[in-house]
């Protein structure tokens, strides 16, 4: 998920490193408080407890589903190859 919002960019929100956990602005309550658990890629929002996976998330920021599963699918492989290249 942390993947996600960096390739986002400007265009997700906000988000930083609080004591080791990646968390970011939630989309349903605006509240700081969405925190991305690492075990299972979905972030829980502390203040209005909402669930957001990926796909939630760039549904939330205006794509559609199947628009939402393919830059998904692009973005996770091009995650993967830049690691594979740096073994
Ligand atoms: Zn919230």
């Known amino acids: 998920m942390q993947v996600t919002i960096g390739q986002l960019g400007r265009q997700g929100p ?3 490193q609080f004591e080791g956990y990646f968390r970011f602005i ?10 991305v658990n690492p075990h ?33 699918e692009q973005w996770l492989r091009s995650h993967r190859e830049h690691h594979a290249s740096n073994v």
């Open 26 to 35: 939630c989309l349903e309550c605006g509240e700081f408080r969405a925190t």
């Open 40 to 72: 299972n890629n979905l972030a829980h929002c502390f203040s209005c407890g909402r669930h957001f996976n990926n796909i939630d998330l760039l549904m939330a920021l205006g794509y559609d589903f199947p628009s939402a599963v393919e830059v998904l």
């Open 14 to 16: 906000v988000s930083n």
